[in-house]
């Protein structure tokens, strides 16, 4: 089985402040591990993924997340939040590498508002 | 490629009636997902296709669901006789799944109100 823990359905930070936004998995297996973000109305988005190999991972919009096996963690972050970062953000794991029986687990969500 | 294509993107129903959400995955994609979103669940994975065949549909709520996919490029998700409980937004995903890539692409959804 597993599952995701994001903790924090909301977090407010200020235009230019550090973003965090965290996550926490559980899997039987080593897993595969996405963050996406979804702006209202819309669909989601892939926002960066970790799969094999180096533990921290780039994505787009300058996010950036690692991923820390001893912790069973990975964190969101962004250095400098900008206005467009405003959205909800989803952390998902899917820990089933049977090839053909693939499915994403998703986190409840954080809603990050970004003060001006 | 335009993505992955769902409509309606708004649906609004009476209780009683049937309601069909369509999806067209992007080309070439091996599996396909329906979810449904709600403030109280979240995002839940209703059912998995892969290469057109159900691999795990263990979130469809009850008997009222049932999904389809008779091809490679669409797959219908029916709810009869519809319930306002079943009001939600609706998201069809699609991944080409492989040793490399699990990445699922979200159709921008279907937003459906039941009164």
């Known amino acids: 089985a597993q599952s995701v823990t994001q903790l924090g359905s909301h977090v407010s930070v200020s235009e230019g402040a550090l973003v965090l936004l965290r996550c926490n998995y559980s899997?039987?297996?080593?897993?595969?591990l996405f963050w996406y973000v979804q702006y209202p109305n819309q669909g989601l988005q892939l926002l960066l993924k970790?799969?094999?190999?180096?533990?921290l991972v780039k994505g787009i919009n300058g996010f950036e997340a690692e991923f820390k096996k001893s912790e069973t963690s990975f964190h969101l972050t962004k250095p400098s939040a900008h206005m467009s970062d405003a959205a909800e953000y989803f952390c998902a794991v899917s820990a089933s590498h049977n090839f053909g029986n693939e499915k994403l687990t998703f986190g409840t969500g954080t809603r990050l508002t970004i003060i001006p | 490629d335009a993505g992955v294509i769902q409509s309606p993107r708004h649906e609004v129903t009476e209780m009683g009636q049937e309601v069909t959400l369509r999806c067209k995955p992007i080309?070439?994609?091996?599996?396909l997902f329906w979810y449904r979103q709600t403030m109280m669940r979240g995002l839940e994975l209703l059912i998995y296709?892969?290469?057109?065949?159900?691999?795990?549909d263990s979130g469809m709520p009850e008997d009222r669901f049932s999904a389809k996919m008779p091809n490679a490029s669409f797959s219908t998700l029916k709810i009869q006789p519809s319930e306002p409980r079943d009001s939600a937004v609706y998201f069809c995903?699609?991944?080409?799944?492989?040793?490399?890539?699990?990445?699922?692409?979200f159709g921008q959804g279907t937003r459906l109100t039941v009164v």
């Open positions: 970790y799969t094999t190999g180096a533990t």
């Open positions: 899997s039987s297996v080593p897993p595969y």
């Open positions: 995903a699609s991944s080409l799944i492989s040793q490399t890539n699990t990445e699922a692409f």
């Open positions: 080309s070439g994609h091996n599996s």
């Open positions: 296709f892969n290469n057109n065949v159900p691999i795990d």
